[in-house]
C-alpha cells in the first residue's frame, strides 16, 4: 500500500495564480483532512471530510476549496494564490474506527510569490 | 478542546531514557491524549494514545496519572533518529477523527 500520496512536493506560484494539490489515499480510509505548517508552528487544520461528498471547515479555511467525489481522493484549490499561503501542505487519512490514529502525507511545499 | 503544554526543546544523548511530559488541566472526561512524531520534511507520525494509567508499544510508553491532568511521553535508548518534534495531543474521539489540534511541539535533539 501506498498510504497517502501528495503531489507535487514543491511548487512555486505567482500571487493570483490558482492551483490544486492533489491527495490519494489508498487504505479506503472514509476521513481526510487538509493541514497547514507554517515554519516552527504545530499544524492547523484547513478542510476535511467525512467521506464522499461532504467536506466542512476546519481552523483557515480562507482561500481554499475541496471537494470530496471518491473515497481516494481530496484535492485542495488554492483559488487566488497569496504569499500568506506560502507554507507546507499535508494531507491525513482516518478510518474513523481508530480514534486519533491519522495518516498523513510526504507534504507538498508551496511558496508563493 | 482541552490545551496543551510542553517544553519548547529537549536535549538528549544516544541510550538515554527521554521523557516529555505534557499538561493538559483542563481535559474533559471524554478526551484522549495522543502523540505524534514529526521529522523534518516529513508528515507527522501517530507514535501512541492512551485514556489513563499506562499504555506501551513497540515504540514508547505514555503514563497518565489518575487525575488525567498531564502525560509522560517515555522513549526508551534513544538514538539519533528520534530527533524529531513531539506533539501531544488532547480531544475526544469523534472530534479526532476529523479534526486534530496540534501546539508547538517540543523538539527533541539527540546527540552521540
Known amino acids: 500500500n501506498a498510504g497517502v500520496t501528495q503531489t507535487p512536493k514543491f511548487q512555486v506560484l505567482k500571487t493570483g495564480q490558482s492551483m490544486t494539490l492533489q491527495c490519494a489515499q489508498d487504505?479506503?480510509?472514509?476521513?481526510m483532512s487538509w493541514y497547514r505548517q507554517d515554519p516552527g508552528m504545530g499544524l492547523r487544520l484547513i478542510h476535511y471530510?467525512?467521506?464522499?461528498?461532504?467536506?466542512d471547515q476546519g481552523e483557515v479555511p480562507n482561500g481554499y476549496n475541496v471537494s470530496r467525489s471518491t473515497t481516494e481522493d481530496f484535492p485542495l484549490r488554492l483559488l487566488s494564490a497569496a504569499p500568506s499561503q506560502t507554507s507546507v501542505y499535508f494531507c491525513?487519512?482516518?478510518?474513523?474506527?481508530?480514534?486519533?490514529?491519522?495518516?498523513f502525507g510526504q507534504g507538498t511545499r508551496l511558496t508563493v510569490v | 478542546l482541552a490545551k496543551t503544554t510542553q517544553p519548547i526543546s529537549m536535549d538528549s544523548y544516544e541510550g538515554q531514557e527521554v521523557n516529555i511530559t505534557c499538561s493538559h488541566n483542563?481535559?474533559?472526561?471524554?478526551?484522549?491524549i495522543t502523540w505524534y512524531q514529526q521529522f523534518p520534511s516529513q508528515g507527522p507520525r501517530f507514535i501512541i494514545q492512551?485514556?489513563?494509567t499506562k499504555v506501551t508499544n513497540e515504540v514508547a510508553s505514555l503514563f497518565i496519572p489518575a487525575d488525567r491532568k498531564s502525560s509522560t511521553l517515555s522513549l526508551p535508548r534513544v538514538s539519533l533518529s528520534d530527533t524529531a518534534v513531539y506533539y501531544c495531543?488532547?480531544?475526544?474521539?469523534?472530534?479526532?477523527?476529523?479534526?486534530?489540534?496540534f501546539g508547538s511541539g517540543t523538539r527533541l535533539q539527540v546527540q552521540p
Open positions: 483542563n481535559i474533559a472526561t471524554n478526551d484522549y
Open positions: 471530510s467525512v467521506g464522499a461528498g461532504i467536506t
Open positions: 487504505m479506503n480510509h472514509e476521513y
Open positions: 495531543l488532547v480531544g475526544d474521539l469523534d472530534t479526532g477523527r476529523r479534526a486534530l489540534t
Open positions: 491525513a487519512s482516518n478510518t474513523g474506527e481508530g480514534g486519533t490514529e491519522a495518516f
Open positions: 492512551g485514556y489513563k
